[in-house]
């Protein structure tokens, strides 16, 4: 599908690949300098435009697919942006500024954001057949490559599979799914089946769910309440065979032996940057691709952002992929700025992340599963209610929060994040950070002018 | 209407820190403009309960300070919306959340520094926040407010 002036012979002013969170952060940020400029976004997918962390809700049915768009319609048009879906970049020549795409074409670019986001993860797993579907030659491991010729074996993270998963299960009645992966996809997705009264069976190398995000103890209580809703959870484990029934998954064995049935198989055990198309280019990768704080790339004119990047984590001091929403949206508003000839700088970011499981809110940020030290630089201070399944914790290193976990109650979270952002050093006010009402009025009185002022509130 | 479409100098609220009384008024009025039937007492009697003032009162001692979304430059709760719901005008530079679009995940109350997101449970579940009364002429926290502690007025000022 074609929208927009695409078909033209010139060089494209502002050529992005992705038609997500990042990509069209940065048009919308090149429009605000340049009215005129030609944009063309470019997107492997067939879909005009959906916002990727809905496809868990559309599954739920909690939005509808008429909802799932991210920009109004008019958005495209509006903007005076040109996109072309379908159409996947397998290569980029950064001599002569071009790229193709698989079916074939090609493009001129004069500035080229790469917006490419994640890719997802297939491990190899051994694959046995029941019954007289033995004899037919079948493959005897799954990856990447041919997972999807086995029904019911899915990866979530496109509207694609999403749409897929939804008639899969419709089809054949499915109740029972196996989740490879107790990462945050592997929980929105958990979160989706829960909703909609599936039995979920969730498989997790490491020793608890969410362990890269959370500590033992926020793990503990969503693991809980998991498996009191009657689900399992294996967790130091992971699948090592699948069994099919006339070409559809019917169960899977386990490492330590278990044998667990099930209609259908998520796998998410993780995404990576999606550098492939970079190979050739010149440009500098190492798990994503490398970029300055205005975005740009080692090549000229070629810039990133989002997903596909490894961009400043102000907590760790160095450069790594923080795979979320708010930074793609952050780092595509930067790159668009500097690529229309902005100065904005990216000033860094951290992770964080909500999740809602069973009613269960919970929100973690910056560096959670950290122990006191002790020469008393990181101090961390924790409040579990187990009854009434609400967990808190605070990380403080160097004076500074660090990072943060509320499950249960998740008011006021953004005040923290705050704090964290600022770097705002909170020795003064140490004894409050923990208080039920814990708010703007706590805050050191400099950090809450810094707040205040230019935003439109006189302290 | 307030402001025309490109206008550099919005209206917003301002907060007088040093007036305000805790009095919870503007909570109130808040909470009556954006109930059903719109009116104090009906709204008191029957539907409080239900609906969430979308500025807040903070207490210390005497220090009392009324908040509500600032309507930032730069907004994070929109930067981190990942349905597309939270949205900042263009014109107005309003920040509003599209309660039909919104799926309730919390990115914005887990990114707003101000801690003026707020998680409405009843019925859907949906963020709430100030949306500086876009069909009054002065929002009703501010209007109400009888020590003058909030305060409606061009940025540019
Ligand atoms: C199920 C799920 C739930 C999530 N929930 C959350 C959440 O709650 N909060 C949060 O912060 N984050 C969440 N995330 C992560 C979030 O979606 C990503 O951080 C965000 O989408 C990154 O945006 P992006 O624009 O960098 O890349 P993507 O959203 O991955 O978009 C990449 C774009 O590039 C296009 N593309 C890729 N390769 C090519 C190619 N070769 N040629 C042409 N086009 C190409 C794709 O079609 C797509 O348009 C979730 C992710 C998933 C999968």
Redesign the pocket.
Known sequence: MDKGNIMSNDSIDYLI???????LAAAESIRELDGQGRIVI????EYENYS??L??YYLAGRISAGRIYLKEESFYRENNIGLLTG????SINTGNNSLK?EDGRSFEYIRLLI????KPIVPEIRHSTAGKERKKNLERYIDGSNYGNIGGIFT???LKDAIAIKEYIGKNKIDNICILGGG??GL??AEAFLETGMKITIIELADRILAATFDREASGIIENTIRSAGNGIYTGNTIEEIFTDNGRISGCRLKDGSQIECGMLIIAVG?VP?IS?TRGTGIKTSRGILVDDHMKTSVKNVYA????VESMDILLGENRNI??????VRQ?YVAGNNMAGGEKSYSGGFF????EILGIPSVSMGLTNVEASGDGSVEVKKELKTDRRQYKKVVIRDNRISGLIMVGNIERAGIYAGLIKNRIDISGIKQDIFREDFGILHLPSNYRKHLVVGEGIEV | MRGKPGDEAMKRIFIKEEYCLGCRLCEIYCQVKHSKSKKIIKAFKEELVDVLPRVLVEEIGHNAFAIQCRHCVDAPCVA?C?SGAMQKNKNTGVVTCDEEKCVG?W?CIMACPYGAIKRDLVGRKIASKCDLCEDEDIPVCVKNCPNEALEFRDTGE
């Open positions: 690949i992705g038609n997500s969170a990042s990509g470019l997107t492997e997918e990727k962390p496809i868990t159409a996947r970049v397998i795409t917006a490419s986001g994640g979530l993270t496109t945050l996809i929105k997705s995404v999606g198309i952002s989002g997903d596909v795979a979320i929403w708010p930074l793609a595509g964080m992340n909500s999740v | 981190a990942i995940c990115s």
